[in-house]
């Protein structure tokens, strides 16, 4: 079977905003939820192994992110609106089709999601200052729990957006999940040689993510947490943020290698791309830098918030590589950035409307926190 055939060329509607206001927000909007979604990838995986592994430190990291989880969960979540909004609308002949062929698998995420989200809330209202030995095991059970769901969920998304931009597995896929010619929304990704790279690199970078939260929470929000813990809290994220940067390696040089196919791999390494492949690649490494600055100078205020924006241009730069290779994917089949434009004012200006104000909403919230902080 033709993949051309199965990508529907005939129900292109006309786009409601502009392709570069598209392309833009979906960019900024995934950059966003990757920062709390990292946190709760790997950062809630790394607590709990921080707080089996036992020492008061390491006990101090484990409760005080996952206090934290409950939010962070509740602004990754609502951040992941805006790139998912915008995938539908400018991508929705190849996000349909490829989530139709695994709609239980993509249903499922909303079934994990929330015994997730209810998981870090039990963990998370079962930590005790006084209480050095933790919470209940029913507590940890459910802290342990949302972990592994939350690792789930990222592969499911992995197998999801990969296939949105594999058309060419699309036959496959429905071939073996498929009665009488209808798809049972059964199959996954797992055709797809980029998938467990893909998964994998993601955790690389959610590990250096997490490194990056550690100092700058101890930086800004940690005051009543003695001078030890910072110290220790920028070894712990050096350390953490180094296999970060080699796991981000091993597995993005895989990725690249067998994920990318012969046309992906001749545009990302030529002009005017390369650049951008070079950024992307390295990136991970000025963090790691800044931290072994901030151990050996000693924690600070200013180099912690560097990390953390050093961290964040290593997420934009991901962001904007991926998307350059899911136009590349789709481009072979559709040309969607010539599409017709039909500019819908009144939604568009809503959604600016509320994503400025919630975004301040948002900056207040942590101005608020770090206040709190300060005067305790």
Known sequence: MDPQLLVDSASAAPLPAPWWFIQFFKVLGFTLHMVPMNLWFAGLIVAMFARAAGGQNAGI???????????????????????????????????????????????????????????????????????PSGPAPARRLAGWGAAVLFILIGFLFVNGLSLTGNPHAWPLVWENHQVAGAATGTGLNLYDVQILPRWLMMFGLALGTTAAWVVLDAAWFAKRESDAYRRWAGRFALGLALVGVVWFAAAGSWYVSGGWSGEVQKTMFAWPMLPLTVVTALAPGLPVVLLGLLVFRGPTRSLATAVAAAQFGVLAANAVSRQVVQNLETGAFADLAHRTTAIQWSPLAAFLVVFVLGALVILWMVAQVVKAARAT
Do not use: E, K
Not at 87 to 103: E, K, N, R, S
């Open 61 to 131: 990291f484990s409760r005080r992110l996952s206090r934290q989880m409950p939010i962070i969960v509740a602004y990754g979540v609502n951040f992941g609106i805006v790139p998912l909004l915008f995938l539908q609308l400018a991508y929705y002949q190849f996000f349909y089709p490829a989530t139709i062929l695994m709609a239980w698998f993509w249903m499922a995420i909303v079934g994990m999601l929330i015994p997730a989200y209810y998981g870090v809330y039990v963990y998370a209202f079962g930590l005790r200052d006084d209480d």
